[in-house]
Nanobody
Framework: QLQLVESGGGLVQPGGSLRVSCAASGYTLDYYAIGWFRQAPGKDHEGVSCISSSGDSTNYADSVKGRFTISRDNAKNTVYLQMNSLKPEDTAVYYC????????????????????WGQGTQVTVSS
């Protein structure tokens, strides 16, 4: 079965950068669309970004457009989220998730579409 493990979270000052990783095991990630989600204490679960299984397309929440970049390296069975110009409101546990798409060239970041989830990695943005 597909398993996902996030890493790379930590403490960063406002304006700083982090790259979080989502490493898959048990099965190849090539067939799956991958999404990044986040949840802050007391806040709703929020879709951040996704990348299609083909890599043809990506989507971003308005709150992170221009600052975050999602990418995938199928040879390493890993998906990345590069986070730049971080703000305190970006503080959350970040989760990666996967689903088998009907269309390999698109993706969505609605949580209910995703079948497999990682355990999350904490990102804290504070001075």
């Amino acid at each position: 079965q597909l398993q996902l493990v996030e890493s790379g979270g930590g403490l960063v000052q406002p304006g700083g950068s982090l790259r979080v990783s989502c490493a898959a095991s048990g099965y190849t990630l090539d067939y799956y669309a991958i999404g990044w989600f986040r949840q802050a204490p007391g806040k709703d679960h929020e879709g951040v970004s996704c990348i299609s299984s083909s890599g043809d397309s990506t989507n971003y929440a308005d709150s992170v457009k221009g600052r975050f970049t999602i990418s995938r390296d199928n040879a390493k069975n890993t998906v990345y989220l590069q986070m730049n110009s971080l703000k305190p409101e970006d503080t959350a546990v970040y989760y990666c998730a996967a689903y088998l798409p009907s269309n390999i060239s698109i993706c969505v970041y609605r949580g209910y579409d995703y079948t497999y989830w990682g355990q999350g990695t904490q990102v804290t943005v504070s001075s």
